[in-house]
């Protein structure tokens, strides 16, 4: 008599879809604690490289910024006019004074 096989057990498609589905589990679990991104991230699209599409650790646009950069300076200016820092307006320039100087030498060698 020959073996048939029992009718009513997975089929071999599925056993290799189950075999496949458990070593990309494993292999998902062993590379976790090596890459040590966080789950949050990882559930916004983040893997060994990539950062996060959005959320607190997302890259900042460079539009961001710049908008950043604009308040950080701003507040430093505030900061510094607060400590009486404040910028010296009627002050000469002295790049002019050290042009000057150095013309004056050259028409002495002459």
Known sequence: MPSVKNPNGPSKNRLAARAAKVRKESRKRSLTPKDKIAKADTTRG?????????????PVS????????????????RKMEAE????????????ASEEKASEVAMDDIQ
């Open 62 to 77: 460079s539009k961001r910024a710049r908008k950043l950069e604009k308040k950080l300076k701003y507040a430093l200016k």
């Open 46 to 58: 983040a893997r060994a490289g990539l950062m996060p599409t959005s959320g607190p650790r997302a």
């Open 84 to 95: 009486g820092e404040a910028e010296m307006k009627d002050a000469p320039e002295e790049k």
